[in-house]
């Protein structure tokens, strides 16, 4: 009985980081397996078609872009909310040959960050690679609703990929909130997160650094004890609020390597204008912490 599992296939492209500061990548997206995840009424875009459509604009305007991968994303049939959720997740290429050498960046052959599709809940987790292609990690829903999972990954001797996924959990969907709050301070218990963007409003296509101030929450006073987390002194990913999410609205920006005591800093691009929505992550007192802002690129 084949009902017990279902997939979905991404085909995905890859583009080189400049600088290794950001990528941009687009994607044609084809998807297929179970369509239940696709039947979201409230959802516009959600359509078979309206994806080919969506990922042919994409395939004309970065037309030197090439796919090369895809991911295919397993989960079992029944998956609830607020529950382990076992995920399998195959990598393979273009005509579904899997893909068996990955190189290891950032300490892992692949990072998984998983979003509800209004960028509310962010995980950033470490599938478990079994060899042939197939990784494997335990996710945790918290709501019922549709969620993006977008694997970040090195084919070996090939470019950072992106491979974007979705899933839906059922059940009914939390009332939306007024999500967006452009607060430039997070206080994280004993830690003070302030981003810095400079007085300028943050243009779209051109270079931005991003500070981070941390201070600790008691005293005010710049923290000296940040510990590289995944190898780096912070990592920061970026979506843009999109409906559907693409991979071309995800952004893994690499920290500098040298910044002040209490300073996380990035330099990275926002492609273009919307709402974008930032998670910086940074480990102190070898607990790893998580810091979101939304901004506005005009
Ligand atoms: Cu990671």
Same mark, same amino acid.
């Given at each position: 009985m084949k009902r017990f599992l279902t997939g979905i296939i991404v085909l995905t492209s890859l583009l080189i980081a400049p600088g290794c500061s950001s990528l941009t990548k687009s994607g044609e997206t084809q998807v297929s +397996?179970?369509?239940?995840?696709?039947? #979201?009424?409230?959802?516009n875009m959600s359509s078979d078609h309206d994806h080919q459509g969506h990922s042919m604009e994409h395939t004309n305007h970065e037309a030197n872009t090439k796919i090369t991968t895809q991911a295919k994303l397993t989960t079992p049939k029944n998956i609830a909310p607020n529950q382990s959720v076992n995920l399998v997740i195959n990598v393979q290429d273009t005509a579904g040959k899997s893909i068996d050498k990955f190189d290891t960046f950032q300490e892992k052959l692949m990072h998984l960050i998983v979003v509800r599709d209004d960028l509310a809940t962010y995980d950033h987790i470490h599938p478990t690679y079994k060899g042939n292609g197939r990784f494997e990690v335990s996710a945790n829903f918290s709501t019922p609703g549709d969620y993006s999972l977008f694997s970040d990954y090195k084919p070996s001797g090939q470019k950072e990929t992106v491979s974007l996924m979705q899933v839906k959990i059922p059940g009914s969907v939390p009332l939306p909130k007024n999500l967006e709050k452009f607060e430039k301070t997070k206080v994280l218990s004993n830690t003070k997160v302030n981003l810095n963007v400079g007085n300028k409003k943050i243009q779209s296509g051109q270079e931005v650094t991003l500070n981070? #101030?941390?201070k600790d929450a008691a005293n005010n006073q710049p923290i000296k004890d940040i510990q590289p987390y995944l190898g780096e002194r +912070?990592?920061?990913v970026i979506l843009k609020s999109a409906s559907p999410l693409t991979v071309s609205d995800y952004i893994h920006a690499h920290a500098l390597k040298k910044s002040a005591d209490g300073q996380?800093?990035?330099? $990275?691009?926002f492609p273009q204008p919307g709402t974008y929505k930032l998670w910086m992550q940074f480990q102190?007192?070898?607990?790893? #912490? $998580?810091?979101d802002f939304w901004v506005n690129v005009v």
């Open positions: +397996g179970n369509e239940s995840h696709h039947t #979201d009424a409230s959802h981070f #101030d941390i +912070g990592h920061l996380i800093e990035f330099i $990275t691009s102190r007192n070898g607990k790893v #912490d $998580t810091a």
